[in-house]
C-alpha cells in the first residue's frame, strides 16, 4: 500500500535529520494517513479511502465528499477517487 493519500496526492518528503553537532542524514516525512470511510449524499453510498488529515480537513471546509470532488482535479486524485467523482457527476446530471 502506496503512502500517498488518495485525494491530495501528498506523499513522502525527504529532508535531513540534523543533529546538535550539525551532521546531516537523510529521512523521509510521511504524510499522516487514516483509513476512512465517507460517505456520497448524490449517491447515498460509503466508501472506503486512505486519505491524509489535511485531506479530511478539506473535505469537511468544502461540506463533504461529493463537493470536494466536484472542485479537485483529476490529477490529483488516485483512480478509485476518480472512479466515485465520475459516479458522482453521472448521478447529479441525471437527477
Excluded at 448524490?42 to 465528499?65: E, N, T, Y
Amino acid at each position: 500500500m502506496s503512502r500517498v493519500c488518495e485525494l491530495t496526492g501528498k506523499g513522502p518528503m525527504t529532508g535531513n535529520n540534523v543533529s546538535h553537532a550539525n551532521n546531516r542524514s537523510r529521512r523521509r516525512f510521511l504524510p499522516n494517513l487514516n483509513d476512512v470511510t465517507l460517505i456520497s449524499d448524490v449517491l447515498g453510498q460509503s466508501f472506503k479511502l486512505r486519505i491524509s488529515a489535511a485531506g479530511l480537513r478539506s473535505v469537511d471546509h468544502r461540506g463533504g465528499l461529493d463537493a470536494y470532488l466536484a472542485k479537485a482535479n483529476d490529477s490529483e486524485l488516485s483512480v478509485t477517487a476518480q472512479k466515485i467523482k465520475k459516479a458522482i457527476a453521472k448521478a447529479q446530471a441525471a437527477a
